[in-house]
């Protein structure tokens, strides 16, 4: 038998599958909300704009123009999600994965702000369209399978995003590192937008690991963060992890083959056309 055509028959009919389930909307994704970082709610706005237009929090600031592009960039993510979330919820069904803290699946304005004015702090002569060039969150979800079925689900699952044009752009698998942060965080790109987002591959015991150490890892990034407390702090989270069962065959998983290379905006105009005759 040719298992890469049997592979491709597979996903075919689960593709079909899965248009039909969101299009009829038969049934629903086993969802479970998690108190997951930075999370907040789809309503929450960002706040309001200080008296120059910018943006302050806790000694970090960008300037109106700044503000008000992170500003576009959330409203661009927010209309993307609505494309990408059927995808993503038709990938969980299929595959038999669970869907954690679906509800928190738009990273907060504030956070995102945050996370650029950072960049930029940290990386003098940064401009904020290149911090927003690297967000690959903004949009973001998390599925978790048990360990015995945790390897199948992700090679389904991927195999769905691909196939309905999302285009791999990161699988960090940190299963077979002897020390840290187990599990599989991958982006992708979504075929109509444009629009990056993330997708969380775990198992409930590495998710547990995850919410229990996200304090710790927090306090360590800290620029005042002593470097003895960062050791320790390290030591902590090294030693969750390390009781979190590695599932069959997870630290072998790899992305789907690319399908096409990161988009050109400028290859996306048209030709201009010919300028006229006399």
Not at 104 to 117: E, G, I, T, Y
Not at 134 to 156: H, M
Not at 227 to 250: M, S
Request: proline share 9%; glycine share 6%; no cysteine.
């Amino acid at each position: 038998m040719n298992t890469h055509r049997t592979a491709h028959r597979l996903v075919s009919r689960a593709a079909t599958a899965a248009a039909l389930a969101t299009a009829l909307g038969l049934g629903a994704v086993h969802t479970a909300t998690a108190s997951a970082p930075s999370a907040a709610p789809l309503s929450v706005r960002p706040a309001a704009p200080g008296p120059d237009g910018g943006w302050h929090q806790n000694g970090l600031h960008l300037t109106a123009a700044e503000n008000k592009k992170v500003n576009g960039f959330v409203a661009r993510a927010r209309r993307a999600e609505r494309a990408i979330s059927p995808e993503v919820r038709a990938a969980a069904r299929i595959s038999h994965a669970e869907l954690v803290g679906f509800d928190q699946r738009l990273k907060s304005p504030d956070s995102l702000k945050r996370k650029v004015a950072t960049w930029m702090l940290e990386s003098p002569g940064q401009t904020v369209d290149a911090s927003l060039r690297k967000i690959n969150d903004a949009v973001r979800f998390t599925l978790q399978w048990p360990a015995g079925t945790y390897s199948q689900g992700i090679r389904t699952a991927a195999g769905l995003l691909s196939a309905w044009g999302n285009d791999s752009t990161r699988w960090a698998n940190t299963w077979n590192r002897p020390t840290g942060y187990k599990a599989i965080n991958s982006a992708w790109r979504a075929p109509r937008s444009g629009q990056l987002f993330e997708v969380q591959l775990h198992t409930p015991e590495s998710k547990a690991a995850q919410l229990e150490t996200h304090k710790l890892y927090e306090e360590q990034r800290l620029p005042g963060t002593p470097p003895e407390r960062v050791r320790e702090l390290q030591e902590q989270q090294d030693a969750i992890f390390a009781a979190v069962p590695v599932p069959p065959g997870a630290e072998r998983l790899t992305a789907p083959a690319r399908r096409l290379p990161s988009p050109d905006p400028a290859r996306r105009l048209p030709a201009p056309a010919p300028a006229p005759v006399g």
